[in-house]
């Protein structure tokens, strides 16, 4: 059932022995709680649990709103299959992992596939009975670490993923270790408004409108429409198609096929991107030139 995931240290396989998976290079075992293989280390980084327990409690606090969130995916689960319909088939077969899932997900409303969802408080909403498991398979990691072979996935969701990760760059280099090399990665983020626009706009609604804005964010990390692009080009991926444009109230995305100025204004951005493998070199073989016998030259001597 494990067959996909491979250690996040040497990225060597496992061998199940009842409710443990070990490394068959360094022999570093992983325990299976509840059916969900943990990942995390103990000895965690206590920052970063904090952030973690800020978000646990973001989760409860939406999951006691009145909207339907199930019915919400599902739309929006069907808006991106068809901006993916021109890019990628999805076939049975077909490996998808969605990195960042709060108990339910665009995943558990994807038609096909075989579906992953890496969480690192998979195990925590797991004892607490509130994850959603169907035919989705659940993985305590760390989207730095995602535990899957090299070149094995066909889809990649981050869906507002990368502003509350801890290092963004780490999950796009790991998101481009484990795709294939036809393999898309789906992106959704917000946009902050170009810095300019973001002053001019602080200077007319007032500083204490900002401060309050400021303060009522709980992403890690925030991106422009330019730094989003440089990032995923720097992480190794090659921009396929982008939209940009707003969400709605109800989750779906109201996005236009525009152009890069219009994502200038903020709001939000969907980008389809695929690994940018560098071309292994290829050793010239030069043949030998042949090798010329020096004649003598002759020395005439010129008569007085």
Known sequence: MWD???CPVDHGNFASYGSWLSCKKCGRGVPIIEGIPQFLPVDDDPHWREQQKLRALEIRASRDCDFDRSSMLRKLARQLERRLASHLKIMPDSRIVQVGVR????????????????????GEMAAAETLR????????????ELPFVDRSVDLILLD?????????????????????D?????LTCPIEPSPTLSLLHQLASGMRHAARLVRGRVALHSFTARALVRLTRLAGFRRTKSWWGHRRRDGLFHLEEGRFLSSLRGGFGVMLAQPQRSPTPRLLRFGRRPTRTATPRRLESRAA
């Open 160 to 180: 507002e993923t990368l502003a509350h990760a801890e290092s963004p760059q780490a999950v796009l280099r790991a998101a481009s270790r484990c795709l294939k």
């Open 182 to 186: 036809t393999g898309l990665l789906l």
């Open 4 to 6: 996909e995931l491979v």
């Open 133 to 144: 498991i169907g035919r989705v398979r659940w993985v305590a990691a760390r989207g730095e």
């Open 103 to 122: 108990e339910e997900g665009i995943i558990h409303h994807l038609r096909g596939g075989i579906c992953y969802a890496v969480d690192p408080l998979a």
